[in-house]
């Protein structure tokens, strides 16, 4: 079959997906799925048909050719961008587990609030999902079978379930008795946007031992190729697994070998080489007679190398290994560093928390403030209107209290295709803080596009632009723009770029967020949180920056509020002030 006709097939399955999700007319949902099936098995390539060829093929209307004839010619289909903006961010990110339809994952989504693939995984694995309507230990079974399969087909892990899946293995693997060390490398520990197979990393005198009590672990579900010192594992909730067991005396070269990356990792044995060492997961050794000369700890082997410690968030060879050897790195930014979140949600629009419920997250996490940015009327699925909004705004200032974490108010504007934005400017001026981001209309050209951000930068009121490129991880690509000229108006006008810690975004990327910060631009790294747990992705955010070379200085949340209301009034009139 052509490639154009799996990818039509793709598209118009993905919309009867979402269409199902939003709560679509089952009749034009059940006409997107029939014209997905008929337009996969056409036998001619659908990219040699023009729309009345396309209105030849049984089950395709009018409006489906017309569709159909868009992606054709452009590669995308409007309609399809705008819905997948529509559909809340934690339901979205259960649409990627295989294995889960769309009645399923709005089912989940609604009735146990979950919000993430990590979440749906850990729910699998302690057996909530048997007591859904509808669902049973077989369905259970069979989902997670699912995951497993597609992982093996190649695709690559989300940050977040890598993660938390690593965090508790490698808890278990500390608590044997064999162990003396233990953790997570690879592209995880690197903080990568996407994991390809998690690496453990135990240290021992005893290997049975710890591969004996590793395959015992609840996590755990099925051991592979093992050996004495490797194991290939896949556990309950589908996620492969490679498990090295160490001596002590190497724990350090091991850990730095298996964090890698490779290319970091090649750069180190050349500087070894010059300097008469080889470099290896069994330690430093002198060439001329084996000596080992560091091998228990990460530091010593830098410093033996003549580098200070890098962070593993640096190790890709972008100049880390230069700046180590000039004991020149930057103090990167870290979750500590943050004292608020700017980019939040509530029951008002998506979220899944109320306001008062959103504050007490924020109350409890420590932070000096927190912005409250619920979508703005344009986003139409939203329902937002200015009554509700001023409404908002009034509950905002009642809720604040002293000694509890300053609100601002605030709202996620959209920025339409020519630039403009929601609301007139003297609503726009009413607000605390403005992330103003692209919700539709992906495809635009270049220029046009870039013209369309500097437009929304250079608005007196907007302060943040939000989840910049609007890409998701696997699902869509980013917009296109000229970066150089979108980050030099935004550190002219005083224009905060946004790292969405969402970990299906991450947005700016690493690269970006490195450009951005070259250019002057300040970074609000914020969560876009549509629940109170999602405060918490904000270490997802803060790792994409600091992979970024990002240090807390150019982050504007973890200013002290007074030098951030000052960012906030953009040069201009000062915005109502806020108390707390
Ligand atoms: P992934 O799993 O695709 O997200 O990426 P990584 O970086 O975790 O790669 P993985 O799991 O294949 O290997 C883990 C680490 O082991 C890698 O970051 C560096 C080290 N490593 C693996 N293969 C090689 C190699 O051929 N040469 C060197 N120098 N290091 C390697
Ligand atoms: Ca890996
Ligand atoms: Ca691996």
């Given at each position: 079959?052509?490639?154009?006709?799996?990818?039509?097939?793709?598209?118009?399955?993905?919309?009867?997906?979402?269409?199902?999700?939003?709560?679509?007319?089952?009749?034009?949902?059940?006409?997107?799925?029939?014209?997905?099936?008929?337009?996969?098995?056409?036998?001619?390539?659908?990219?040699?048909?023009?729309?009345?060829?396309?209105r030849a093929v049984p089950g395709v209307g009018a409006h489906i050719a017309a569709k159909v004839g868009e992606l054709l010619r452009s590669g995308r289909m409007a309609e399809l961008d705008d819905l997948r903006a529509q559909v809340p961010a934690g339901l979205r990110a259960l649409l990627d587990v295989p294995g889960l339809g769309p009645k399923r994952a709005r089912q989940v989504y609604d009735e146990l609030?979950?919000?993430?693939?990590?979440?749906?995984?850990?729910?699998?694995?302690?057996?909530?999902?048997?007591?859904?309507?509808?669902?049973?230990?077989?369905?259970?079974?069979?989902?997670r079978r699912a995951i497993a399969q597609t992982q093996q087909a190649g695709r690559r892990l989300a940050l977040d379930v890598a993660l938390e899946t690593?965090?508790?293995?490698?808890?278990?693997?500390?608590?044997?008795?064999?162990?003396?060390?233990?953790?997570?490398?690879?592209?995880?520990?690197?903080?990568?946007?996407?994991?390809?197979?998690?690496?453990?990393?135990?240290?021992?005198?005893?290997?049975?031992?710890?591969?004996?009590?590793?395959?015992?672990?609840?996590?755990?579900?099925?051991?592979?190729?093992?050996?004495?010192?490797?194991?290939?594992?896949?556990?309950?909730?589908g996620v492969h697994v490679d498990l090295r067991v160490v001596p002590p005396a190497s724990w350090g070269s091991a850990l730095q070998y298996f964090t890698g990356s490779k290319a970091h990792n090649v750069h180190l044995r050349r500087i070894a080489q010059r300097q008469g060492l080889k470099l290896s997961e069994?330690?430093?050794?002198?060439?001329?007679?084996?000596?080992?000369?560091?091998?228990?700890?990460?530091?010593?082997?830098?410093?033996?190398?003549?580098?200070?410690?890098?962070?593993?968030?640096?190790?890709?060879?972008?100049?880390?290994?230069?700046?180590?050897?000039?004991?020149?790195?930057?103090?990167?930014?870290?979750?500590?560093?943050?004292?608020?979140?700017?980019?939040?949600?509530?029951?008002?629009?998506?979220?899944?928390?109320?306001?008062?419920?959103?504050?007490?997250?924020?109350?409890?996490?420590?932070?000096?403030?927190?912005?409250?940015?619920?979508?703005?009327?344009?986003?139409?699925?939203?329902?937002?209107?200015?009554?509700?909004?001023?409404?908002?705004?009034?509950q905002v200032r009642a809720l604040q209290v002293r000694g509890g974490p300053a609100l601002l108010?605030?709202?996620?504007?959209?920025?339409?295709?020519?630039?403009?934005?929601?609301?007139?400017?003297?609503?726009?001026?009413?607000?605390?803080?403005?992330?103003?981001?692209?919700?539709?209309?992906?495809?635009?050209?270049?220029?046009?596009?870039?013209?369309?951000?500097?437009?929304?930068?250079?608005?007196?009121?907007?302060?943040?632009?939000?989840?910049?490129?609007?890409r998701s991880i696997g699902r869509r690509p980013p917009i296109d723009f000229d970066a150089d000229a979108v980050f030099a108006a935004a550190a002219r006008t005083g224009t905060a770029m946004e790292v969405n810690s969402f970990p299906d975004r991450l947005d700016l990327n690493d690269e970006l967020a490195r450009l951005a910060q070259a250019h002057g631009v300040v970074l609000s790294i914020a969560t876009d949180a549509h629940a109170t747990r999602h405060l918490a992705n904000i270490r997802y955010g803060v790792a994409t920056a600091q992979r970024a070379w990002v240090t807390p200085d150019r982050v504007i949340n973890t200013w002290p509020l007074p030098r951030l209301r000052a960012f906030l009034a953009k040069g201009g009139r000062a915005r109502p002030a806020v108390a707390g």
């Open positions: 079959m052509p490639r154009s006709n799996d990818d039509v097939a793709a598209a118009l399955e993905e919309m009867a997906t979402l269409l199902a999700i939003a709560g679509g007319d089952p009749f034009r949902i059940r006409a997107y799925d029939k014209a997905a099936r008929a337009l996969a098995e056409h036998p001619q390539d659908l990219a040699t048909l023009d729309e009345r060829g396309l609030g979950i919000t993430s693939s990590a979440e749906l995984l850990q729910a699998l694995h302690e057996h909530r999902l048997r007591g859904l309507r509808g669902w049973g230990p077989t369905s259970e079974d069979n989902l690593a965090e508790e293995l490698v808890d278990g693997l500390g608590r044997l008795p064999g162990t003396t060390r233990a953790a997570y490398a690879g592209s995880l520990r690197r903080m990568r946007e996407t994991i390809g197979d998690i690496d453990l990393l135990a240290a021992s005198d005893d290997p049975a031992a710890v591969m004996t009590g590793f395959a015992r672990l609840p996590l755990v579900a099925e051991v592979r190729a093992g050996g004495t010192t490797k194991a290939l594992a896949f556990t309950t909730k069994y330690g430093l050794e002198r060439l001329a007679d084996g000596t080992t000369v560091a091998g228990a700890s990460e530091e010593e082997v830098y410093e033996s190398l003549g580098l200070a410690w890098v962070p593993p968030t640096l190790r890709e060879d972008r100049g880390e290994v230069e700046a180590a050897r000039a004991r020149a790195l930057p103090r990167l930014v870290e979750v500590s560093d943050i004292r608020g979140d700017l980019h939040t949600h509530t029951t008002l629009t998506d979220g899944l928390a109320t306001l008062e419920e959103m504050v007490e997250a924020a109350r409890r996490r420590g932070y000096r403030y927190l912005a409250v940015t619920d979508h703005a009327p344009m986003l139409r699925m939203m329902r937002m209107t200015t009554e509700k909004m001023l409404a908002q705004r009034a108010h605030g709202s996620e504007l959209n920025i339409q295709p020519d630039g403009s934005l929601d609301w007139d400017d003297e609503t726009l001026a009413g607000f605390d803080v403005l992330v103003a981001c692209v919700h539709s209309h992906f495809t635009m050209g270049r220029a046009e596009m870039t013209a369309r951000l500097l437009r929304a930068i250079e608005h007196p009121a907007v302060n943040v632009i939000g989840h910049p490129t609007s």
